[in-house]
């Protein structure tokens, strides 16, 4: 194979630049990959964090309800 390749006029340096290249390319994407998962990861503690707040203050607030319609509802009576 290798003389096949040279006879095309490719030589094991380039071939090696080339792969030097990409395998620099692929570190590069793999980066900013991780770095991508680590941010989605952190957004996503960061929204359950807001979504457990908003449960708790809609929970509270359906207790006040519920606490003036029995203060409602004893006025009434």
């Known amino acids: 194979m290798n003389e096949e390749i040279i006879n095309k006029g490719v030589t094991e340096d380039y071939i090696w630049h080339e792969a030097k290249s990409i395998r620099t390319k692929l570190k590069s994407v793999q980066s900013e990959l991780e770095e991508f998962v680590f941010t989605m990861s952190r957004r996503d503690k960061d929204n359950r964090a ?7 203050e809609n ?6 309800i519920k606490d003036l319609k029995e203060k409602s509802n004893e006025s009434s009576n």
């Not at 807001?50 to 708790?56: D, G, H, M, R």
């Not at 929970?59 to 006040?64: H, I, T």
């Open 50 to 56: 807001v979504i457990a707040k908003l449960y708790a």
């Open 59 to 64: 929970f509270q607030m359906n207790q006040e």
